[in-house]
């Protein structure tokens, strides 16, 4: 590499061997944004439950980025991040801090206290862009009556639909104000009583640990890799490497989550590949990996395009067949078992094959190529090997649901 490109890249390279530290430790940054003293560092606060970041009723109060761990009963390696408001005030300059530190985050907050302004909007976008799960927070809800609230939340979440599912939007009171009550006396004499009020940041910090424990870490590896692919096209080779192996064990991840739904709750064959909320979070979760996300309504209809061609191509001879291969699953004899391991197995192969028609269409840009969606299936059907998906699907399922059993 030429010493001036290596010279330009040397930054990016201490950051990315800051980025393979924290996935070798395992760790996961969930960072803070938004406007001026909008309660970002009270957020945290409360989070954590000690005043560890300075808040104060002026704006600009936080000035540059921080961090601690957050040590919850469940959690190692998490920790939160504070960031300066984004303002007209050195606007760019934060702007540049703000975009820095999503790129080394893992899960972002985007704090507002009333409906997004569209200075509010841009910003948001721009975070979405970075492909991160990210929950957008209605503080101060404590200003707010509980119709207030509940009109101003369908507010939000209607004008933010497409683009944040509706439970990632969420109230919180991180510092609410005292209440005062005029209290009056049987003399008719008045008197005020001030009551302070505990914050409260349950709804956030209840769905940041359902992400935390569905995708855990994961979420390192995925922004790992995003975040070589955002700076360097030297890097290229080694993060498709990377995001192959990643997408890999996402894949076979959800899998094996699909192939045990199925395996509970044994459903009519052909409904199998019905059942696709397991693949929706699936592709969702593989078109961040690739840098392009999509939302929930949009992977429905990859899954559709995919899911048809399957069919098509296999027809429904093919899935009576392969449900009697499938049925060599069990070796305990109990028939209920052995019809919801051979379903579990098939639901696990179907998700397979949907997961890798997904991300070759996601590392080919976005595009089935000139052979369409039936081509690409069609080659992924060939190189699969269907007896070895399937051996892997029951070994995988056979101890997960003696575990459970
Ligand atoms: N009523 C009410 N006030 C709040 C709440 N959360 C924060 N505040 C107040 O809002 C002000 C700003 O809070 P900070 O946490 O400093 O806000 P910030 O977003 O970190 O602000 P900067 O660091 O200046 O960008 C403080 O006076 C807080 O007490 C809340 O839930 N309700
Ligand atoms: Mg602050």
Not at 100 to 120: M, P, Q, T, Y
Not at 213 to 226: C, F, P, T, W
């Amino acid at each position: 590499m030429p010493p001036p490109v290596r010279k330009a890249l040397a930054d990016d390279y201490a950051e990315l061997a800051r980025m393979l530290e924290k996935l070798e430790q395992g760790h996961v940054h969930i960072a803070v944004f938004g406007e001026v003293s909008v309660g970002k560092s009270s957020l945290l606060n409360a989070l954590v439950g000690e005043d560890l970041f300075s808040t104060s009723p002026l704006h600009g109060e936080t000035r540059s980025s921080a961090m601690v761990a957050w040590e919850e009963q469940r959690s190692g390696g998490v920790y939160l991040v504070d960031t300066p408001g984004i303002n007209e005030v050195e606007g760019e300059a934060r702007e540049t801090l703000a975009r820095d530190v999503a790129a080394r985050s893992d899960l972002l907050l985007f704090v507002v206290d009333g409906d997004l302004s569209a200075a509010e909007r841009t910003a948001l976008d721009g975070l979405l862009a970075m492909g991160r799960p990210l929950i957008v927070v209605l503080n101060k809800s404590d200003r707010y009556t509980d119709d207030e609230l509940a009109g101003l939340l369908e507010h939000i979440r209607g004008s933010l639909e497409e683009r944040v599912a509706p439970e990632n939007i969420l109230p919180a009171s991180a510092d609410p104000a005292p209440r005062v009550r005029v209290i009056r006396e049987a003399d008719g004499s008045e008197h005020e009583e001030t009551e302070e009020r505990e914050p409260d940041v349950e709804a956030v910090r209840r769905r940041l640990w359902e992400i935390l424990d569905a995708e855990g870490k994961s979420l390192a590896a995925v922004n790992a890799s995003l975040f070589a692919g955002q700076f360097s096209e030297e890097l290229g080779r080694r993060v498709i490497e990377v995001r192959r192996q990643v997408a890999e064990r996402l894949v076979r991840t959800y899998c094996i989550a699909k192939g045990i739904a199925v395996a509970l709750n044994p459903v009519p064959v052909a409904d199998l590949f019905a059942a696709a909320m397991v693949d929706a979070s699936m592709v969702v979760h593989l078109s961040r990996l690739y840098g392009m996300p999509l939302n929930r309504a949009e992977a429905g209809s990859l899954i559709a395009t995919i899911a048809k061609q399957m069919v098509a191509l296999m027809g429904t001879v093919w899935a009576v067949h392969f449900v009697s291969s499938a049925i060599k699953f069990g070796t305990g004899g109990m028939s209920v078992m052995l019809t919801a391991g051979a379903q579990g197995a098939v639901a696990y192969y179907g998700t397979y094959i949907i997961g890798r028609a997904a991300e070759r269409y996601f590392a080919q840009g976005k595009s089935w190529g000139p052979g369409g969606p039936k081509l690409v299936v069609e080659e992924i059907l060939e190189s699969v090997d269907r007896e070895s998906i399937l051996a892997q699907a029951r070994d995988d399922l056979k101890s997960r649901l003696k575990a459970s059993a």
